[in-house]
Structures are given as C-alpha cells and as structure tokens.
C-alpha cells in the first residue's frame, strides 16, 4: 500500500470518551484518520438506528491526517453517514472502540460497538470492534496497543472474508498472557430490572456464563487475562436446523 | 398441555399499532396472553436496551386472559421488563409483531421486532417475530393468521432448538403460495442518507438483494408470494474461519 490507507472511526460511548482518543491516537500511526461518532453516551445501542429524526452532524476538528465529526445518531447512523455522506471515498478499514466494558458472549448482541462493525461489514469495509473489560472511564490501554494494531494492520494488508467482522476484548490487566482467537460463549444476563417506585424500574443485573470450562470462549480468554479476537459473521442463519425444521408439520409439503 | 399457556407479546411499532392488535387477537385463541409493548414506534431499535433511563410501564387493559401494559423502553427493554419484574411465571411463548415491513436478509440487524425475540430466546423462552412487507399502517392480517397460528402452536407443543429463535415473513397478498424454510439472503441497503440542509441528514434508502436467483433465501420466498421461516442462532461466530485464522500471524504460537 503506497498511499496512506483510510481509517474511519466510531463507537458508542461518544466522541469524548477516553477508548476513542486512544483508538485514534493508535490509528493515527496507521493511516489518515476521520472519526464519525456520537455526541454523547450510546451504550447498548445494538444495531439501532434513527428513521424518525433528523440526524445532526458538527464537524470538530480537521487537521492533517486526522479529522473528527460528532453525529446526534447512533453508532450505526455514525457509519451509515460517513460512508454515505461524509466520506469522498470509501475507507480502507472502520474500527470501532475502545468500548469502556467487554463486548462478549451474548452481550455482543446489545453493543453499539460491535453495531457499528457491522454496519461497515454490510458495506463491504474491513472492520473490528475493540472492547475492554473494565467499568472505569479512566484506564490504561498501553498494554492492548501492540494487539490493537497489529489486528488493524492485518485487516489492512489482509481484508476479512465477506460478510466476517472481527470482535476484539481486552481483560483489564498490566500485560496480556497472549491472544486467543475464540468463538462467542454461552451466556446470560440475570435480575436485570431492579424496581425504583410503583411502574418504575432501571436496568441492572449481572451476567453468567454459561460453560465456564470452555477454553475456546471469549469469556475464559478474558476470564484468563487473554485478549479474545471473534469472528462474528452478519448471517444469523441457524443452518443446522434448517433440514428438520422442513420436515415438521410447519412447512406441508 | 392442560391448562391454557401463557403468552407474552411485545412489538416495535407500539402498543397501538395494528399489527400488535391483530396478533393478540389471534394469540388469545391459544392462551391467556399479557402484551408489553412500547409506547410509541421503536423502529429499528435492533437489540437497543436502556441503561441510562428509568424505564415507566403502565397498566392499560386487564380482562380475563388479557393484560396490556406500555413501556417507555425499547423492545428488548420490554421483555426484560415482563420476564424479570411484571409475570409471576415464565411464559410459554414469546412472539413479536406483526411487524409493518419486512425483517428479512440484513434488516434482521436493524429489527426491533427481532430483538425482542432474540432477548426471549436468550432467557430460553421459545420465541416468534412475525413481519409483513408493507409500507401501510393500516393491512388486512387474515391471509397470514392460519400460519401464524401453526406457528405459534408448533412452538408451543415441541419448543425450540437451544438459542434458536424464529423469523417469519409475509409478503403483503390476497392468498400466500405457502410457507418456505429459508436461510438469510445477502443483501444491503443503498443510498441511506438524504441531506436535509448543511448538517443534516435523514435516513432514507432502498434494499438491494444481492443474490436475488438463490430459492433458498427470504427475499425470495417474499418476491414470489410465500411466507419465510428464518430460524436464526443467538451464536454469531463464524466458526468456517476459526481455524484459517489462528494459523495468522495474528495469534503468535
């Protein structure tokens, strides 16, 4: 690659958030950098989008290398907008991150994070959401830097398969014991709703997982101070069900 | 089964949308059923959940075998809400719909309908989401209420696999051709994003089908007047490139 490559950016805790300043600054050392993200908090965001509003973006800073929009959406807008609005050419990789609290077995289906991923994936783009297990929005992401790019610069050199995305977690820890790649564990939310008055109540609870044994989780990488990369693909056909769902009385022949 | 099951029912469109009525009505042929549903539309709103914001319900309706709250929450916020503070036991089914517009190839992603299906299915609850390829509010539901009757009973009688969950579509007809087990057909959206003024965008858009020859597929059981049944997996791993991965040099020996 003799040009500097394209670098789109998003994520869902907001452009201010300390992962996406970070992800940038790693970025920045890999090619040109536009950051499209939202203006505020979007946790747990999923793959939401906005159909009934006008969606608002300001343009932040624009220097060499390196400019930042923030976009009243959500993360998926984000992406959606840059590439089909902001962006002159389409971007050589879209990464998405660090989201501040893993992004692992099923909760990969609530993230904004990973959302964004897949909406660059839709669109034919290489893309990775990066998340760390953390609950601080202070933290230190020195010792996932050398992970960060190294998965970047693949994506870059490499591509992905069609319709693949890469999800990337980081336990919080001084140094990772190295890098697993994993398939998403079997997992569940528990007492998620916790009652404030009469017909008012917040979200809350704590997540169980489900085969704490199972080596080739992402929940044991990170339960082991490994970092997990996870292919997720955008078909969530259950292929193995399809043959004798077909010879049930649902589908008279 | 002796005593009359309990069905949930959410939606994405809102209480008060016609495509919840219609699949209440029919539902309460087959149990006693407690809907909780949105307030208002949450289009789009994927598997968006709502950590940041008090979540109100309100009691609207409770008659012998029908209770009806409304959420301000999202979809998925609903069933977490009806399985984790408002039902007493846990119900039989979960169905979601009928949805105004289809929910098949990568809309999945987007659907709200799906999502509160996919948050059933993570509580193992069997679970429907039911979608008609309209553009209209208002619809005549009785061509499709023989196979969302099936469907429902089927589920009702044999379960479903662990972590698979079920996706309907109906193409908007007089008489369906009949019912179709399809796998997710590939397709994107186009040109989402319409410029309203400097700044400003809304989402707008058309789907195209990129394998529109594939039989297998929903678009295409829609495009000739079936109904698709998508089972779809919580699992979003592309196990097909576990293994090509780890022989990279992403993940040192």
Redo the contacts between chains.
């Keep these: 690659m003799s040009e500097r490559p394209l670098i789109l950016i998003s994520n869902d805790d907001g452009v201010q958030a300390q992962g996406i300043k970070e992800l940038t600054r790693m970025m920045c050392q890999l090619g040109n950098v536009v950051v499209v993200a939202p203006n505020g ?1 979007r ?17 932040l800073k624009e220097e060499e290398g390196l400019t930042v929009y923030q976009c009243s959406g ?1 993360p ?2 984000c992406v ?2 840059a590439l ?2 902001l962006l002159t050419q389409k971007p050589d990789l879209v990464v998405s991150g660090i989201n501040h609290g893993d992004n692992a077995s ?1 909760s ?3 993230s904004g994070t990973v ?1 964004a991923a ?1 909406e660059a994936c ?2 034919q783009v290489p893309a990775i959401a990066y998340s760390l297990k953390t609950k601080s929005h202070e933290c230190n992401f020195r010792p996932y830097e050398e992970v960060v790019l ?2 970047a610069r ?1 994506a870059l050199e ?1 591509g992905l ?1 069609q ?2 995305l890469l999800n990337v977690n980081f336990p919080e820890v001084e140094q990772l014991k ?4 994993c ?2 564990g ?1 997992g ?2 528990m ?3 916790a ?2 008055g009469e ?5 809350t ?1 704590y997540f169980l997982n489900l085969e704490p044994e199972a080596e080739d989780t992402d929940y044991w990488a990170l339960d082991h101070g490994f970092a997990s ?11 193995r ?2 043959e004798s ?2 010879r ?5 022949p």
Tied chains: 1, 2.
């Excluded at 017909?199 to 979200?203: D, K, P, R, V, W």
Aim: net charge positive.
């Design positions: 908090p946790s747990a965001a999923s793959c939401c989008i906005s159909p009934l509003t006008t969606i608002i973006v300001e343009l959500t998926t807008d959606k907008l089909d609005g099923v990969i289906h609530y959302g897949i839709m669109k190294q998965t693949y490499h398969p319709d693949v190295g890098i697993k790649v398939r998403m079997r569940r939310w007492k998620e709703m009652k404030e017909g008012a109540y917040h979200l609870g990369i996870t292919p997720l693909q955008l078909d969530m056909t259950a292929h069900v399809i769902l077909k049930t009385p649902l589908t008279p």
